[in-house]
């Protein structure tokens, strides 16, 4: 280069670096695997049989199927990682040059869910083993559920562990919102149990039922906004009175929440059992003067209804005030719904909650979701399934994958 003022050569004086983020799209690629199929020349000569002998190859996830292992995990992350519908994917597939119709994309979704089932059932065995629990649960229309009408609800039920303990997240798909369904999956669980206040979560034996004040204090914030807007604001209103009870306890939960356990223990005892007290005796004080059906009267009542489950955050330091990392885990579920909207049979959904499992168990163990889905493919097939140190070598929390 040269210097436009006198024409002279130019000298490099420093260098300066920009960086910018370019796409590469996605690509499919048809791999060949070729084996040997060997003869012995000696038998076919002198023999009256000759032995056929073929290579060794891995095993495959769905054998006989055009499905490799990173196809299958890459279709799994599309619908239950960024929720993408199957028949979205027909369509990118489709662009790609790749004929791939929605039914062959679901039954690859079936057949890896099954090779997932040992697995899947490993992880709930681990969970019944720990101290905490959280549940939750949300509706899935199931079109072909037998007995029960296309438009009415299923469930998916939600168990996970809590903030002090490897993250394990568990759906389980049922046809109904019965409490036989957590009983059975919690059967044999002794410790405690955190959710909402569905009554379902009552009869489970043996558990220690904890409450939700983020329910709780929902109530309270719903009667607030329903209030008139040119209402006479010299002094707080009752629903604004039991919310300022629940939001000094969170004030509390702010301020130990990167404490130990040992230490949130002590110090709820100091701080959050006065408000506590307080706040007991100004609901049973409010229960008799506010109208029951009224916003606040029902914020009321649901607090007086769930007030043991409410305080049993006090007993364990591990515990949490909410069942908000539940409801953020079963969201996964929720935003998926609202784009593949249904499962068209309860095989389906089944399928659909062993594989949310995989990846939000994955995900929360700080693993890439489709390089962990690939490997499980890859290797579940080659070993033996009911050798239980062979499955817990594979659990997300026990594993570091290859680069």
Not at 189 to 202: I, M, R
Not at 203 to 228: K, M, S, T
Not at 319 to 342: A, C, T, Y
Request: aromatic content about 10%; hydrophobic content about 35%; charged content about 25%.
């Amino acid at each position: 280069m040269t210097c436009e003022q006198c024409g002279g050569d130019l000298h490099v004086i420093r260098q300066e670096t920009k960086k910018y983020i370019k796409i590469i799209p996605a690509k499919a690629v048809v791999i060949e695997e070729v084996s040997d199929v060997c003869a012995c020349r000696h038998c076919e000569q002198h023999e009256i049989t000759t032995p056929i002998i073929e290579a060794k190859t891995p095993k495959r996830a769905i054998p006989g199927s055009i499905a490799s292992s990173s196809l299958i995990a890459y279709v799994m992350e599309q619908k239950y990682v960024n929720s993408m519908p199957l028949y979205r994917q027909e369509q990118q597939f489709k662009r790609w040059g790749i004929d791939l119709s929605r039914q062959n994309l679901a039954n690859w979704m079936i057949k890896g869910s099954e090779l997932f089932e040992p697995f899947y059932k490993r992880m709930h065995e681990t969970l019944l083993q720990q101290d905490i629990v959280l549940a939750d649960e949300t509706t899935l229309q199931v079109l072909k559920e037998p007995g029960k009408a296309p438009s009415s609800k299923s469930y998916v039920w939600l168990y996970r562990t809590g903030k002090y303990s490897t993250p394990i997240v568990l759906y389980e798909y049922q046809p109904s919102r019965e409490k036989k369904h957590p009983e059975n999956f919690l059967k044999n669980y002794k410790g405690y149990l955190l959710t909402d206040g569905y009554q379902g979560y009552d009869n489970v034996p043996d558990v220690i039922l904890c409450g939700c004040w983020a329910h709780a204090r929902r109530r309270f914030y719903e009667a607030i906004v329903a209030q008139p807007k040119n209402k006479n604001k010299e002094s707080l209103t009752n629903a604004e009175q039991g919310f300022s009870f629940i939001s000094q306890l969170y004030e509390v939960e702010d301020n130990i929440k990167d404490l130990t356990p040992e230490e949130r223990y002590k110090i709820r005892l100091e701080r959050s059992q006065p408000i506590l007290d307080a706040f007991s005796v100004w609901l049973n004080k409010k229960s008799l003067e506010v109208i029951p059906k009224s916003k606040t009267g029902i914020a009321i009542t649901y607090s007086l209804n769930q007030w043991k489950k409410l305080n049993n955050f006090l007993l364990d330091g591990r515990l949490e005030i909410d069942n908000n990392r539940s409801e953020r885990s079963i969201k996964s579920v929720v935003i998926g719904r609202k784009n593949f909207l249904f499962s068209n049979t309860p095989k389906g959904a089944k399928a659909s909650a062993i594989i949310y499992s995989i990846v939000e168990t994955a995900k929360g163990n700080n693993l890439n979701p489709f390089k962990y889905l690939e490997y499980l493919l890859d290797k579940l097939p080659n070993i033996e399934l009911s050798n239980t140190d062979k499955i817990d070598a594979l659990l997300p929390w026990n594993i570091k994958l290859p680069e």
